[in-house]
């Protein structure tokens, strides 16, 4: 038996994801040592 480790992916179709997440995400340019916590608290004027 010669699978690869979680070969099961293959076999999901997440092009609805991804069509989603090009159409309603945004791109973020994080500080060297930011984290994502510390990035969201910021944009939301905490």
Partial sequence: M???FNSYKE???LE???TY???HGE???FLRGETL???DSCKNGR
């Fill in 11 to 13: 076999g999901i179709d």
């Fill in 2 to 4: 010669n699978k690869h």
């Fill in 27 to 29: 791109r973020r340019t």
């Fill in 37 to 39: 916590e510390e990035a």
């Fill in 16 to 18: 609805f994801l991804r």
């Fill in 21 to 23: 997440c090009m159409e």
